[in-house]
């Protein structure tokens, strides 16, 4: 049984999308470590028999690179070593991202992720909802071996993951969300959790909470320019390239940063044409959107906000002693922001 | 903002369905600790601002009588006093229960709750399950204001519960459920919360170890005494007194004690005959189920049981000294058998 969730571990052959530096995933020098976090993963939930067990094989399929645990384990090593409780952590911080995947999916109505059906295409909703609360709850109940500030740390971001969500979705369709309310949205969303990532890693190895503190907005401003560059992929990507649908934020009624600065840069008649241009359902839509924010420097002013959290990211590593991990730590801030997908 | 889900708390007038104990609400010894975890409940929720906080204000008519809280509250009154650390942990069962409602209410399609429309027939699917996780995550951050074992004994709790509802839910339609499995089913989706209540309602009071192992008897006797009161209500209860729609179990394909005990017990042609019945839409369905479950002496079997389980509920309070809570708290498992909703 532990190893029902652990597809092979190979620095030579990284999941599809784990960056590389050096020629070589650069999640090799902490493969031993996610392998272990895998096993902790699947261990705390063996003891599902039929007819749910299918469900917890079929949860493989919702693995990806490990971005989370990896971020918590090469901070961890970073900043003084691997114990234990970053095991237990980087289980937690993935089965968290887990579970807002098995909703997310139920919340975009996805019949595939991956190229395997989804929990939802598969089970039904009902099954996938409770799939996700439990996976949401054992999540808290591994972290509690480890101690009360870890629980407080890992409840805290999610909270404010599931908060982010929240707002999200309670804002879809809104054509007047203001810049501050679209940074809070993603602070929650994306950045608590990838924050909380880097702290863990930095407070279980025994650093400073100076360093952690580093740490924490090495996490959140990575998160920060993965979702940004994520946003701007959406709205001007290549989808054979990415090899996902891309506009779906424009209709699910999502306004990202580069719309936003659009609409507060337009004069507003033509900011009402863009809302105009944005609800319609012509089929260049995208295209006619790409126009007209390349005309207003919308691309490149979400690209240099990107551009902006990288180097924040880079400059909270300053302090950090020379190491090999330090230096993927590093390299992770330019693939953030320019990744393909 | 702290009172905005504190309805009047009045121990002569208790909301709907608290059990009465002597004349007077059997939760008036305790209505200023649920007062003040019903404020604690509301300050960790008052943060968010518009357009969510319309959601938080519509929770308010998701709270029932509390029951929860208040098995928490009376094992701690009954095991030397209430503290702080009652008042933070009865807020956090309480967020957990109204999570799962949030959560049943989708995978019910249920419209209307206490006569008023339910969240995702107001806001949607989508709302509804974010809020769920975003009130499954708060209850848990806030639990970690008590301490590591705190964290542990309520999230190996709800990972109980929602592990059982979702074995529910992968049984639905299953007509050959055990009755062990049914146990299982039922010891996690109800039984673990209010026996974790009583844990912790003698453990934050200074109870021994062994105190605290009779108090999660008693909650987890109450508990299954109250489901399976639940589900006989449920079989041949009086729609008008229950004051709401009975005979849902049939319709969803789960089967409950009375129904496994008749499976089991009649020949099986017979059971196969009532299985076919149960399946069937035949208007008198109902009616023509309980003959049956009387003929095989099912529904008296359940009642048993479900008395039984009212038995070691009492037992499990003996060794209490005498006080006006531990009387309750006796009162209390007659009542989890003998309600009528």
Redesign the interface.
């Known amino acids: 049984m532990p190893t029902l969730l652990t597809p092979p571990v190979d620095a030579n052959t990284p999941p599809n999308g784990v960056p590389k530096v050096a020629g070589r995933s650069a999640f090799a020098p902490i493969a031993a470590d996610i392998a272990e976090a895998d096993r902790l993963f699947a261990e705390s939930l063996a003891g599902?028999r039929s007819?749910?067990a299918p469900?917890i094989q079929h949860l493989r399929h919702y693995r990806g690179k490990r971005l989370r645990p990896a971020l918590l384990l090469l901070t961890a090593k970073a900043c003084g070593g691997v114990n234990p409780h970053h095991h237990i952590l980087a289980a937690a911080v993935e089965m968290i991202h887990t579970?807002?995947l098995v909703?997310d999916d139920?919340?975009d109505e996805a019949t595939t992720r991956r190229h395997i059906p989804t929990f939802n295409a598969e089970?039904g909703?009902?099954?996938s909802?409770?799939?996700?609360?439990?996976l949401?709850?054992?999540a808290?109940?591994?972290?509690?071996?480890?101690?009360?500030?870890a629980?407080?740390l890992?409840?805290?971001a999610?909270?404010r993951?599931?908060?982010g969500?929240?707002?999200q979705?309670?804002?879809r369709g809104?054509w007047h969300l203001s810049e501050a309310d679209y940074f809070d949205i993603l602070d929650g969303k994306t950045a608590a959790l990838t924050a909380v990532c880097g702290r863990l890693g930095a407070v279980y190895a025994g650093a400073s909470e100076d360093v952690a503190d580093k740490m924490e907005t090495y996490g959140r401003c990575v998160g920060l320019a993965f979702q940004i560059a994520d946003d701007l992929l959406d709205l001007t990507g290549d989808e054979a390239k990415a090899g996902k649908t891309l506009g779906t934020d424009l209709e699910e009624g999502k306004l990202t940063l580069p719309l936003i600065h659009a609409l507060n840069t337009l004069p507003s008649t033509a900011a009402d044409e863009l809302r105009h241009l944005i609800r319609s359902d012509r089929p260049d839509k995208r295209r006619k959107v790409a126009e007209v924010l390349t005309r207003t420097g919308s691309l490149a002013y979400a690209k240099r906000a990107a551009e902006e959290f990288g180097r924040q990211a880079r400059a909270a590593l300053a302090d950090l002693l020379p190491s090999e991990c330090k230096h993927i730590l590093e390299q992770l801030t330019d693939w953030s922001v320019k990744r393909e997908r």
Not at 129 to 134: A, E
Not at 140 to 149: E, G, L, P, W
Request: hydrophobic share 40%; aromatic share 8%; with cysteine.
């Open positions: 599902y007819p749910v469900l579970a807002t909703h139920v919340l089970w909703n009902k099954v909802i409770l799939l996700g609360d439990m949401f709850t054992q808290f109940h591994i972290t509690s071996r480890v101690d009360r500030r629980c407080e890992i409840g805290g999610t909270n993951v599931c908060g969500e929240l707002k979705v309670c804002n809104n």
